[in-house]
T-cell receptor, first 115, second 115 residues
Framework: EPEVTQTPSHQVTQMGQEVILRCVPISNHLYFYWYRQILGQKVEFLVSFYNNEISEKSEIFDDQFSVERPDGSNFTLKIRSTKLEDSAMYFC?????????????FGPGTRLTVL | AQSVAQPEDQVNVAEGNPLTVKCTYS??????LFWYVQYPNRGLQFLLKYITGDNLVKGSYGFEAEFNKSQTSFHLKKPSALVSDSALYFCAVRDGMDSSYKLIFGSGTRLLVRP
């Protein structure tokens, strides 16, 4: 069964450093998303991406964040200068384009620890 | 604004007994509703969704959920719980008027099934 994959599974970085989180969505999906889950809190929407551009972003997704689809398979989230409060589990998701509400399929997540 | 409430942080049930995990929502347009399950150190797994049609929807692993428009609820149910059902359950909603397809998640309910 096709699945969303994410690398790395765990990333430790120093405050102020840049990190890139990588995702490979399901191959025939056209909508891509990033969510995050701070430890013990709810899953929060960060950004959605379709047709090579951001379709919506949350207030969390400030100028320090960017997304890119550099090739036909990868979807990346970059944090330019990490802060302590960026420590969280980051989930990538993808979905088909369907009328109504297609379910999103989530990857296993990348745990980001900012020291 | 869209929101989801899961009023119970934890639900405890004995194996073999029926279980219910509660969820209520608030959206402007038609709701598209989803349940996801998260096992320790894993991503979110899709269980079931309600888009339109029959108010009772069936999903993976014997779970079902009932959409109740008047009570704005989408409670998750299972007739006979298994110890292996112990996990964190998230309800999510998408507003049918929202073109970005983003999901708004509840805070999660931990289900503990005791042998």
């Amino acid at each position: 069964e096709p699945e969303v994959t994410q690398t790395p599974s765990h990333q430790v970085t120093q405050m102020g450093q840049e990190v890139i989180l990588r995702c490979v969505p399901i191959s025939n999906h056209l909508y891509f998303y990033w969510y995050r889950q701070i430890l013990g809190q709810k899953v929060e929407f960060l950004v959605s991406f379709y047709n090579n551009e951001i379709s919506e972003k949350s207030e969390i997704f400030d100028d320090q964040f960017s997304v890119e689809r550099p090739d036909g398979s990868n979807f990346t989230l970059k944090i330019r200068s990490t802060k302590l409060e960026d420590s969280a589990m980051y989930f990538c998701a993808s979905s088909e384009i369907l009328a109504g509400g297609p379910e999103q399929f989530f990857g296993p997540g990348t745990r980001l620890t900012v020291l | 604004a869209q929101s989801v409430a899961q009023p119970e942080d934890q639900v405890n049930v004995a194996e073999g007994n029926p279980l219910t995990v509660k969820c209520t929502y608030s959206v402007s347009g038609n709701p598209y509703l989803f349940w996801y399950v998260q096992y320790p150190n894993r991503g979110l797994q899709f269980l079931l969704k309600y888009i339109t049609g029959d108010n009772l929807v069936k999903g993976s692993y014997g779970f079902e959920a009932e959409f109740n428009k008047s009570q704005t609820s989408f409670h998750l149910k299972k007739p006979s719980a298994l110890v292996s059902d112990s996990a964190l359950y998230f309800c999510a909603v998408r507003d049918g008027m929202d073109s970005s397809y983003k999901l708004i998640f509840g805070s999660g309910t931990r289900l503990l099934v005791r042998p």
